[in-house]
């Protein structure tokens, strides 16, 4: 007798079940109807505006180090280098950095050029500054070894940064990063020096077997194959749900500040292969901002080198200027839901510099020029440094990628534009 019952339970609930699935399946259609036939207008959504940006080199050489030790309470601060950035980092939804050194540890001791070791502290003077994601493929990245490769890894995570171009063994070499419910895939790559004995290397430290697969990196001997692999990489990342694609290379010559051949075709490559935005690092100067356009008539913008952001490279040491220049380059991407599908709707960047000034101690202060050189209690030497640093950002950059937005300083602007003008003709 039970059996019997259960039986017709079942058949009542499925007869249940397939009228109301019948029925739900009609008011749908009737509503589809209702909204088509009365002209109901479903809301349209919005696009989403992404505000990407993006730093140089972030070293820290020995004067640096001395600098920024907090003898009152025996530590490092990195902090009031980034003060004056800070509010700009912050408001963007999106904000990288390259962080040219390594945390491998008090136990190895704090070092310099040409094997960095920086304390953990700087890594959360970067968070605290608004960073979101920090590069950490560079031709610095082995100065400790596996070891620092590792940990330098840990040490980023741990401060709440993403860490980008190196990953801990049998992780993927990318990174899908949510943002304002955009999927965004990030990649980073720096160059490798010549083989030695068959052995990867770089910057001439030979690469330990165990952790060539943590770090990200192309030889410009091999490269046709290695941006295969990178193409590889693009497809994984929009396999895997990205709607946005960004690039950060370690790449180009120091010092140089125009993009050598090799910059050219990766990002000539990168750019007919779905790359969205494309930063640029490693030659210590401001390179150009270029926007490639592809044959489908998509665009890539490049900035092949963003310059240091900070250092102790400086005129009395180097001979020249241009390392003490850097620029935050700022990149406005707009997605529209209904269509799945986003486009880059704006490129600016705005000019630093690093300041150095003596004050119970070497200060080192990265300065927005624009909003910088609106102080009145500049001392002359410090003006004409800073304008000189502004003039040939702009020399390199242009004039059509400067946000305007931050600045009132149409006598600098104008100042830049003729001095410019008459280097061109002598």
Sequence with gaps: MKKITIILFVLVLAAFSYISLDTFSKQAENLETTVQDEGIEVPKQEPVYLNI???GDIMTHGPQLKA???WENSAYDFSDNYEMIMPLIDAADLAFCNIETVFAGEEQKYSSYPRFNTPD??????K???FDVAVTS?????DRGAEGVIRTINVVRDNGLQAAGTQLKNEQNFLIYPVKGIKVGIAAYTYETPEYKNSKTINGLVVPEEIEDCINTFNYDNLDENLKKMKYTIEEMR????????FYLHWGQEYNRTPDEYQKKIAGYLAENDVDILFGSHPHVIQPVEIIEDKEGEKTVVFYSLGNFISNQRYELMGFRYSEDGMIGEVIWEFDP?????SLLEVKSIPTWVHKHYSNGNNYEIVPLPQFLEQEVLSEETLWRAENSFKNTLQIIGFDYLNEETMELEIYKRKAEEEIKEESQR
């Design 53 to 55: 940006t993006a730093v």
């Design 68 to 70: 920024q030790y907090d």
């Design 121 to 126: 502290s700087l890594v959360k003077a970067l």
């Design 128 to 130: 605290d500054a608004g």
């Design 138 to 142: 560079n031709n610095h990245c082995l």
């Design 239 to 246: 396999a895997q749900g990205a709607q946005i694609i960004i």
């Design 338 to 342: 209904e269509k799945q599908s986003g």
